[in-house]
């Protein structure tokens, strides 16, 4: 449990819709091209229906005031695709370790939980701490030019280490490094200009009306439950 998860819940009801079309999104879907159980393979990009709206304004500044676009990775991701990514991040992390470890005993090596925790929220089913992309507030973004092509970023989404982490080259002099903290900061500018908060671990996870943005804006409650 992280510590916005002690915000309470009040759902104010408002709709899951298709994120509109001409926005750009990888492709295919990472998540479905691994098998993630989606049970519609045309519905998985959703969000809650302020969060398109806020969205799209934030892709409309970018392509006004900076020639760039948004390319989003994930949105909605209901809790049967989370436990899946959840498992196989572990597995993951257990091979690089050499680690012969199953699902069955993932509890056995809490060390490694608690990293893959700050990557990946746990699945849980308890409706008062779901996962943030279960709520349809949170998704996974990141920029594109003008024409739908990654922009480097200094890490991958979903990247387990380090690099992931928002400021990490914030510090770091060389070119390359100034140009992904630039890239990094316009993002995370023009995402929380729009009202959205970023995740502290992830340089590409924004999110509005779940308990991290009740938290990171002291709010008394969060807008949206598990979905």
Same mark, same amino acid.
């Given at each position: *449990? ?35 159980? #989606? ?16 969205? /799209? ?8 005031? @900076?020639? $760039? ?9 209901? $809790? %049967? /695709? ?14 690089? &370790?050499? =680690?012969?470890?199953?699902?069955? @005993? ?34 996974? /973004?990141? &920029? ?7 922009? %480097? *970023? ?5 990247? *387990?280490?380090?690099?992931? #982490? ?11 490094? =100034? ?6 900061? &316009? ?20 999110? #509005? ?14 807008? #949206?439950?598990?979905?």
């Amino acid at each position: *449990m992280k510590i916005w998860n002690k915000i309470p819940i009040k759902d104010n009801g408002d709709k899951l819709i298709d994120i509109p079309s001409y926005l750009k999104f990888f492709e295919p879907h990472p998540y479905y091209h691994l098998g993630a159980p #989606y049970k519609d393979k045309n519905s998985i990009w959703k969000l809650r229906r302020e969060v398109v709206n806020r969205l /799209v304004k934030v892709n409309d500044y970018l392509i006004s005031n @900076n020639n $760039l676009q948004l390319l989003i990775y994930d949105s909605w991701r209901p $809790l %049967e /695709v989370q436990e899946f990514m959840f498992k196989r991040a572990f597995l993951i992390e257990c091979k690089k &370790l050499d =680690i012969d470890a199953s699902i069955k @005993n993932m509890n056995s090596y809490p060390s490694i939980l608690k990293k893959v925790e700050k990557f990946w929220a746990y699945p849980s089913f308890d409706s008062k701490c779901p996962p943030p992309h279960s709520t349809g507030g949170a998704l996974d /973004v990141s &920029l594109s030019d003008k024409h739908g092509n990654f922009l %480097e *970023m200094g890490s991958k989404v979903d990247q *387990m280490d380090e690099t992931s #982490y928002p400021d990490f080259y914030s510090n770091k002099n060389n070119n390359e490094s =100034i140009l992904w903290n630039s890239r990094r900061n &316009l993002l995370r500018q023009i995402m929380t200009r729009f009202g959205f908060v970023q995740h502290p671990n992830e340089w590409w996870h924004y999110s #509005y009306g779940d308990q991290l943005w009740a938290w990171k804006n002291k709010k008394a409650n969060a807008l #949206y439950g598990k979905i």
